[in-house]
Structure formats: C-alpha cells, structure tokens
C-alpha cells in the first residue's frame, strides 16, 4: 500500500517568514491533493497536482510536484497568523480506487504575531 | 459549494451503547467515506462507499460498521461503544468522473465522539 511522510511533524514561525512542508511517497504518485484543517474542523481542499514538474499558486501557497512524482512540497511566503493549522497531503492510488486517498500524518503549522 | 453536514460537532456516550455518526452531502456524490483522526496517526479510512447499498472495508473497520440506504446518506455504527473509539471522525464525499485521477475529497466539520 501506499505510504506518505511528511515534514516536519510540526512548525513554528514568526509572523511574516516564509516556511516549506514536504510530502514524500512510497510510491509514484498519480495525483497529490493538500489540504489544510484548523483544529478541531474538518479538512479545506488546497491544491490538486498531477502531472511530474506541475505548480500551482493560490494567494500566498504555492505546491510543487517532483518530475519523479515522489514528493511534493508546500510552500507559504510571508506567512500569517491565518495559516495556521494542519497541513495534510492526500495521494491517489490511481486506477479504480473508488476516490480512496492514503494521508500523511499532517504537519502543525504555528505562526506567531 | 459542496457541503457535507455531520450531524453532530461533540457527542458523548458510554461503553457498551451503539452509537451513530450521521454524514449528508448535498452535491449527488457517488463516493463517500468514513475516517477516525488521531494524535500522531493521521486520517485513517474506515469504511468507504462507491454507491447505494454498496461499502468496502478501509484500514480500521473492526468494531464499525456503515449503512447507504440512499445515495445522499452515509451513516456510520459503533456497534458496541468501547473507550479506544474516543476519537474525531470525518466524513468525506467525492464525484466519480471515470477519469484515471481522482476528483478531490469534500470533507465535514467532523464529529468528536468521547466514548466514557
């Protein structure tokens, strides 16, 4: 089965630096979905990548994806107090897996003012 | 915008009761699942379901089942509460496509269940 680490388990930033949150996969991966989940609700859909080298950008959250399709990495600039929270990275199996995702364990995200 | 409702935020019961985890999703999806969330182990996958009346096992699925009567509705059961499904569950859906990649799962506010 698939497996996905992520790093670090947890971070804590001042107010306004820019931070790295890396996703590595067992296996190659078919599609890579970040989400993001404040404590105690449920998790919000970022960013879907596919295809080997892709990148993708929303306000201050870029994702990457690897040309071997193994990792990819989350990156926040100018990082806010709004950030804050869990960070999840979800991996398709491909073929007909029903929608299934395996998740990392999530990284803890604190900013600081 | 997709919204998957779950009946409760907080609920608390006592060992032995058989409890109920409610999930409805508003958007015709096809796909539906169930997830426990735990300190230092990640989303793990329950029970899944791809259409009404059918389920497949996840990861974790001793000591639960589910029901699909209908297609908006995914209803989780502890059959006989213990203590170590004190937990935070999730319930997700998603779309089937018929495309090789996945569409993104659509998840619920989540439901802490404390089992005394």
């Known amino acids: 089965s698939q497996e996905l680490e992520q790093s670090p388990q947890s971070l804590i930033v001042q107010e306004g630096k820019n931070l790295t949150i890396n996703c590595t996969s067992s296996?190659?991966?078919?599609?890579l979905y970040w989400y993001k989940q404040k404590y105690g609700e449920g998790l919000i859909f970022l960013m879907m990548?596919?295809?080997?080298?892709e990148e993708k950008s929303h306000e201050k959250i870029t994702a990457k994806l690897d040309e071997k399709k193994q990792q990819s990495s989350l990156h926040i600039t100018a990082s806010q107090p709004s950030h804050a929270g869990i960070y999840l990275c979800?991996?398709?199996?491909?073929?007909?897996?029903?929608?299934?995702?395996?998740f990392g364990q999530g990284t803890i995200l604190t900013v600081h003012p | 915008d997709v919204k998957v409702t779950q009946s409760s935020r907080y609920l608390v019961k006592r060992t032995g009761e058989k409890v109920f985890l409610e999930c409805v999703q508003d958007?015709?999806?096809?796909?539906m699942f169930w997830y426990r969330q735990d300190p230092g182990l990640g989303l793990r996958l329950i029970y899944f379901s791809y259409d009404v009346k059918m389920k497949e096992k996840g990861d974790i699925p001793e000591g639960y089942s589910v029901s699909r009567e209908k297609k908006e509705r995914f209803s989780l059961i502890l059959e006989s509460a213990s203590t170590n499904q004190t937990s935070m569950y999730l319930c997700?859906?998603?779309?089937?496509?018929?495309?090789?990649?996945?569409?993104?799962?659509?998840f619920g506010d989540g439901t802490r269940l404390s089992i005394l």
């Open positions: 997700a859906s998603s779309p089937t496509t018929g495309a090789i990649l996945n569409q993104p799962q659509h």
């Open positions: 990548l596919q295809k080997g080298g």
């Open positions: 296996k190659t991966l078919y599609g």
């Open positions: 979800g991996a398709d199996s491909g073929g007909t897996s029903y929608g299934k995702l395996t």
């Open positions: 958007m015709d999806h096809e796909n």
